[in-house]
């Protein structure tokens, strides 16, 4: 079935509206406005309302037309897509050039049966928005086993007899797919757990806060605040009250958000692919080429390195772009979110060999508890001291607040941080005072490497070095700043292929 052209589900017809509402939210919510505080009295008013509705209505039915006649098969070992409105556009991947093929449902998916399905190769891809959940299934089982077979093809393609080819032949056509084994399950504790030691209220605190000020611009909340207030004696008491009660909502709503996007997380192996999957309100499944791996990423929280649990992730890389893909992170796949970090490990030397789990040389140059904070310094005193002297008195306290959290976090960044290069990889730990993050990384995965130094620094035979590794379709850059040049140095001749000074 698969071989003939085959049209989307027709739940892309609502996600395309829902997707064209998105892109004129803004403008929609203007005009509403606008009718709701001029009225339908005078037609001029309504000229621009009208105008946005159009807008956004032709764009809803362009959408429509293009989702109409979209079709998608595969032909000749190639999977073909067809779209267009005035003009027809195709696009081919090669099957054995696939690399992943992964899937998005969110609630309205969950409910028709529908999809959203996103085939990778290293330089392109293919996003079909939105088919049926047996499709997705049929095209993903017959990608893989396609895959397998031509693989083993080229392999024993070196001119065979006739019995050979026959046998060649059979074996082919009895491939069975390896089967994907479940090596981590989160399980509701854990997850709990997760949920409730995460920096979800972050999330929560940055939506509520826009919230707050939006409200403040329709509604005069004072007006509705300040009788209340007035009855109350003791403001102090109320103003800790409101922060408390704040803080505590912002922590549960921040829980439930983690709690939700990663119900009944799942990790399973089938040899050569990586399978997350993941998500109560969308569902999640998110498959990693072994060999895409750039390096693997651990993330502490205080509390949690407290208690001995981890979250690891791998930083991939892919050259495809997905408009509506909702993963926006596509350069990192989180592969165990939640566990005893001694288990993780001996997990992930198990799956994927090629990465251990080497420790670092904790401690940057001490000298650089100074230099981290030497400018921001001069920079708060700068704004600090005309304003203690012409407009509040108090302001040197605030002033050594910021100063003293600023010797904090540079205290622990050179205390804590620290990096180490093995035979043929390299170790980065960078520390904060909430989160430690440590980045393993193989040497013939390093895309440059970059040497930094200042007249200033230069002087004391200090400087900082970055590496770049290859991050989605674009590059991430990790490394240490203020360490000994000679340490630079000899990165740079562990980065080059010397040895020698390779510890």
Not at 354 to 380: A, H, M, W
Request: positive net charge.
């Amino acid at each position: 079935m698969m071989f003939n052209p085959q049209k989307l589900h027709p739940i892309s017809y609502v996600s395309g509206f829902l997707r064209s509402l998105k892109e004129n939210v803004f403008p929609l919510i203007f005009a509403v406005f606008i009718v709701m505080t001029r009225g339908l009295d005078n037609i001029g008013d309504l000229i621009f309302p009208i105008a946005i509705l159009s807008i956004s209505l032709i764009s809803s039915v362009f959408k429509a037309i293009k989702i109409y006649k979209t079709r998608y098969w595969i032909e000749n070992d190639q999977l073909i897509m067809t779209w267009g409105v005035f003009s027809k556009n195709r696009k081919e991947l090669n099957i054995e050039r696939i690399q992943s093929v992964d899937t998005s449902q969110n609630i309205a998916h969950q409910l028709l049966g529908g999809v959203n399905l996103s085939v990778k190769t290293p330089s392109d891809g293919i996003e079909l928005d939105t088919i049926t959940k047996k499709q997705s299934d049929e095209l993903s089982k017959y990608i893989k086993e396609r895959k397998h077979k031509l693989k083993n093809k080229e392999a024993v393609e070196v001119e065979p007899s006739e019995n050979e080819s026959e046998q060649n032949e059979s074996s082919l056509a009895e491939y069975k797919p390896k089967e994907d084994v479940v090596f981590f399950q989160l399980s509701v504790k854990d997850l709990l757990k997760m949920s409730f030691t995460s920096g979800g209220i972050f999330i929560v605190f940055a939506a509520l806060g826009s919230l707050l000020g939006f409200l403040s611009q329709v509604i005069d909340v004072e007006d509705y605040i300040s009788p209340l207030l007035n009855q109350i004696v003791n403001l102090t008491f109320v103003i800790i009250s409101f922060v408390i009660l704040f803080i505590f909502i912002s922590y549960i709503i921040g829980s439930l958000i983690v709690f939700i996007r990663n119900y009944k997380y799942q990790l399973t192996f089938d040899g050569e692919l990586l399978t997350v999957k993941y998500g109560l309100l969308t569902v999640q499944k998110r498959t990693v080429p072994i060999r895409r791996i750039q390096a693997l990423k651990e993330e502490e929280s205080l509390f949690r390195r407290a208690i001995g649990y981890t979250k690891i992730s791998a930083i991939i890389t892919t050259d495809g772009h997905f408009d509506s893909n909702e993963e926006t992170d596509i350069g990192n796949v989180t592969i165990l979110p939640f566990m005893k970090k001694k288990e993780a490990y001996k997990l992930l030397e198990e799956i994927i060999p090629q990465f251990q789990f080497n420790s670092v040389d904790k401690g940057l140059p001490i000298q650089g508890i100074r230099r981290r904070i030497f400018i921001p310094t001069l920079i708060l005193l700068i704004a600090v001291v005309p304003i203690q002297i012409y407009l509040w008195s108090y302001t040197w306290i605030i002033g050594l607040v910021i100063f003293l959290i600023m010797l904090l976090f540079a205290t622990v960044i050179t205390l804590k941080s620290g990096f180490k290069v093995y035979d043929d990889s390299i170790v980065l730990l960078n520390a904060s005072p909430f989160e430690y993050s440590t980045i393993w990384a193989k040497r013939d995965k390093i895309l440059t490497f970059e040497l930094h130094e200042n007249p200033i620094i230069k002087r004391k035979d200090i400087a900082h070095f970055n590496i770049h590794l290859a991050y989605g379709n674009s590059m991430i850059s990790r490394g240490m700043r203020f360490i000994h040049k000679k340490d630079a140095l000899n990165i740079y001749n562990w980065y080059k292929g010397g040895r020698d000074d390779a510890s």
